[in-house]
């Protein structure tokens, strides 16, 4: 009986220490599982997270905000801008404008005279048109329009045709000065040019000179070179060309009320002044 109760306690201790073990090695494995479980459910979740947010799991790059100090550049950001005032409008320059009795203006600018003057046709206002630039009391302050500029050009040049008989006799303050200018200026209007005797051009018009003591200027027709000098259509047809335009600037200029008088049948003319 002892013999049996001796051998059966190192059986008891062995078979104890084998079911130990066994428990030990189930738990730690039971662990093992439940940690790799909870591990990977974590991974997923995370995972699943960064695809919601459009980022890797890892992070962006990209999206890091950089430290203060780093040498990074930083995103820009919107600053504020000192708003500067608008320059006043600048004031309008010399146009046409239609201004009535009182010289007050009524409606302008106009690009051109011809503007001006058909808005006042068509709105029936009793205005005349005035190229100038608009003045702080509601008038215009005349100026030489475009196209008077242009036109004192063409008549400057008209006048450099004079012949050089002029040259001593012309001042700013002669009255002779001024009658031969407004009579070069309403035959260049009519479209008679000025016969170019300076330069010695072949090409005919109207001669202009001074008539010494009758105090006038006389006025003449010049034929082209071809008819009044080489006498290619002969002297008959020459004759009567001269004489039919002298005819016919004497009576421009009378109608354009210069006072003139006849030297002779179909000779030159006389204009001694406006009428």
Excluded at 134 to 142: E, I, L, Q
Excluded at 148 to 173: C, F, H, I, V, Y
Excluded at 241 to 261: K, P
Aim: hydrophobic share 45%.
């Amino acid at each position: 009986m002892a013999m049996g109760v001796t051998l059966a306690w190192p059986v008891a201790v062995g078979l104890g220490f084998v079911v130990l073990t066994c428990l030990v090695i189930a738990l730690g494995t039971s662990s093992s599982a439940r940690y790799e479980f909870e591990h990977n459910g974590a991974r997923e979740r995370q995972r699943a997270d960064a695809r919601a947010a459009g980022n890797h799991p890892a992070g962006s790059r990209s999206g890091r905000t950089p430290t203060a100090g780093s040498g990074s550049r930083s995103q820009p950001q919107a600053v504020d801008v000192a708003v500067r005032p608008a320059p006043a409008p600048a004031a309008p320059g010399p146009g046409w404008w239609l201004v009535d009795e009182w010289a007050q203006v009524v409606a302008g600018p106009f690009g051109d005279q011809i503007d001006a003057d058909w808005a006042a046709l068509a709105d029936d206002l009793p205005a005349v048109s005035v190229y100038g630039k608009r003045s702080a009391d509601g008038g215009v302050a005349p100026r030489p329009s475009p196209e008077e500029r242009a036109w004192l050009t063409e008549l400057g040049n008209q006048l450099d045709r004079l012949p050089s008989d002029w040259d001593s006799l012309l001042s700013d303050t002669d009255p002779l000065t001024t009658l031969v200018v407004e009579v070069a200026a309403a035959l260049v209007e009519a479209g008679l040019p000025l016969h170019d005797a300076s330069k010695i051009q072949p090409a005919g018009g109207v001669c202009l000179m001074p008539a010494g003591p009758f105090g006038g200027v006389l006025v003449s027709w010049r034929t082209h070179d071809r008819m009044g000098v080489h006498d290619l259509r002969g002297a008959a047809a020459t004759d009567t060309v001269s004489q039919s335009m002298n005819v016919a600037v004497a009576d421009i200029l009378w109608n354009l009320g210069f006072v003139v008088e006849s030297l002779g049948a179909a000779g030159p003319a006389l204009v001694t002044a406006l009428r």
